[in-house]
């Protein structure tokens, strides 16, 4: 049997563009139920969607559910969540939501890059 593909998606969008927020986790758990393996990596002002205040209360959609439902939608399909750590920027981590998996550096992000089977920015 063949490795499974590897597959990371970089999530920049964030709070100001609500509509864009929802399609990583999705196409992360589409891709995490067809056997890859797939991380997604909070970059930029996608970082914020770590906040639980914002992942409990961003909405793609007027009416919809809130971007946590997505986001534990790909974590029980086996998707990995990692957060970029901005430099000198302080993390409140009990303000984070229990679904990250970790606080990692621009330097693993880069390391990913060139390790990853396939690299897609949502």
């Known amino acids: 049997m063949s490795e499974p593909q590897r597959v990371l998606i970089l999530v ?3 709070p100001s563009t609500p509509a864009r927020c ?3 986790f999705h196409t992360a758990t589409l891709l995490a139920c067809m ?3 797939v991380t997604l990596f909070l970059s930029g002002e996608g970082a914020q969607l770590a906040r639980r205040e914002v992942a409990e209360n961003l909405r793609a ?3 919809g559910e809130p971007l946590l439902h997505f986001i534990r939608q ?3 399909a086996g998707a ?3 957060m970029c750590r901005a430099p000198g ?3 409140d981590e009990q303000a984070l939501i229990d679904e990250l998996d970790d606080i990692s550096s621009g330097g693993e992000l ?3 890059i060139l390790e990853y089977d396939r690299v897609l920015s949502l």
Do not use: H, T, V, W
Request: charged content about 25%.
């Open 22 to 24: 929802a399609a990583p």
């Open 89 to 91: 920027l302080e993390i």
């Open 110 to 112: 880069a390391q990913m």
């Open 35 to 37: 056997d890859a393996e």
């Open 61 to 63: 959609a007027e009416g």
């Open 74 to 76: 790909a974590k029980l």
């Open 80 to 82: 990995r969540l990692l």
């Open 12 to 14: 920049n969008s964030g």
